[in-house]
């Protein structure tokens, strides 16, 4: 009895120790593993160390043979061959590629490079502002749809017919009235890319960078079509050109002459479209207006009263209001407002209430208001809801 106990005890302390071995292995072998993993992170990482750089080369030519000709940044034009991991049907002139430093052979095709400018700039995917977020502009919308937003969307229409759509829409008119709004609208209703350039962006104190950042800005568009550049405050740099000048005149009339080249440089019916907004068409010189550049001039005025109450309506759709408001009347009293300015009305009155402890807009907060922002256009002022912290 005693020694079948024993052996039993043995043969328990056997199992366990079997499993203790197995559990061990199982262990190492996950050490193993990891290590290993370790081990060829490692020496991808020494590759990449050891490897040679790669040369950034430009694409000129594809030739019939499957060699390539480029233009690399070290200087010589080179003919190359293409690594059997490129298809050459890929390959296009003026891309850029990467050259094997041993052999110059493209094995690599790099991204189209953005300056770092353009990107700085207002880039929009779709903007989110509609034709219905625009009140007063029935007309200007017309022209614009039919001038910008059909051309992009149904650009078989002009085809069919025979004639070439406008390159570019100018749009003038007082401040405030909704010009960039509407550049806004129609990319969207396009599907368009909106890119929103200051022209003052474009001046620069280096000689060239003027007319570099035009040709970044419309080679941005075509890559990324289609696209609308909407050009603000265009007499910036689009001012008469006289005979004499400084320095930086003549700096501005080279960024002026290259947007001119650029924009006779669009094909028919390409993707890009421009818009240009100004407050003073009276200084504009007469090469951007002449057709085959800004075809279409289109006059952006002080909203009538009708205009002023569609632009009330517009903004006052997420307004509490009072039973007692009276949109017509306050319509009719703020003539010579701008867009822009009606919308500072409905903001100003909405402070106004909230400092009254009311949690909606009554007509004494608009009479307020007008009385308050035609007191500020008047002044020159622009502060809006001044004196709210202090009830609070």
Request: overall charge neutral; charged content about 30%.
């Amino acid at each position: 009895m005693s020694l079948s106990t024993s052996s039993r005890r043995h043969y328990d302390d056997t199992e366990e120790e079997i499993r203790y071995l197995r559990e061990k292995i199982k262990h190492l072998l996950q050490i193993k593993m990891s290590l290993e993993q370790d081990l060829d992170r490692y020496r991808r990482e020494i590759e990449k160390l050891m490897s040679p750089p790669h040369i950034e080369a430009t694409v000129l030519e594809v030739l019939d043979d499957g060699c390539v000709v480029v233009k690399s940044t070290t200087g010589p034009n080179l003919v190359v061959r293409v690594s059997e991991r490129i298809d050459p049907k890929q390959l296009r002139a003026g891309m850029r590629v990467a050259l094997n430093n041993r052999g110059s052979t493209i094995v690599r095709i790099l991204p189209n490079a953005v300056d770092p400018m353009v990107r700085a700039m207002e880039v929009i995917e779709r903007p989110k502002v509609t034709f219905k977020d625009i009140g007063g502009l029935s007309k200007q919308i017309r022209e614009l749809y039919e001038v910008v937003v059909l051309p992009l969307i149904k650009p078989e229409l002009f085809t069919e017919i025979g004639i070439e759509p406008p390159k570019g829409v100018l749009l003038y008119g007082p401040p405030g009235t909704g010009k960039t709004m509407l550049a806004k609208a129609v990319a969207r209703e396009s599907n368009a890319r909106f890119i929103r350039v200051v022209a003052s962006e474009f001046v620069n104190k280096f000689i060239g960078e003027g007319a570099r950042l035009v040709r970044e800005v419309f080679r941005y568009a075509r890559e990324h079509a289609p696209a609308i550049i909407f050009i603000d405050e265009i007499d910036a740099i689009g001012a008469r050109r006289a005979d004499m000048g400084t320095s930086g005149d003549r700096e501005v009339q080279r960024t002026l002459l290259q947007l001119l080249a650029e924009m006779d440089g669009f094909e028919p019916l390409s993707n890009v479209k421009v818009i240009a907004a100004t407050n003073r068409l009276d200084l504009l010189d007469p090469a951007l207006l002449r057709p085959g550049r800004f075809d279409r001039i289109i006059e952006v005025p002080l909203p009538d009263l009708e205009g002023r109450l569609e632009i009330l309506k517009v903004h006052v759709r997420k307004v509490k209001l009072a039973g007692n408001v009276d949109l017509r009347h306050i319509a009719r009293i703020t003539e010579g407002f701008s867009g822009a300015d009606i919308k500072a009305v409905v903001t100003e009155a909405g402070y106004h209430a909230i400092r009254a402890g009311r949690r909606e807009i009554t007509m004494e907060d608009l009479l307020y208001a007008v009385e308050k922002v035609r007191g500020r256009m008047e002044s020159g002022s622009h502060a809006v809801g001044e004196g709210i912290t202090q009830h609070y």
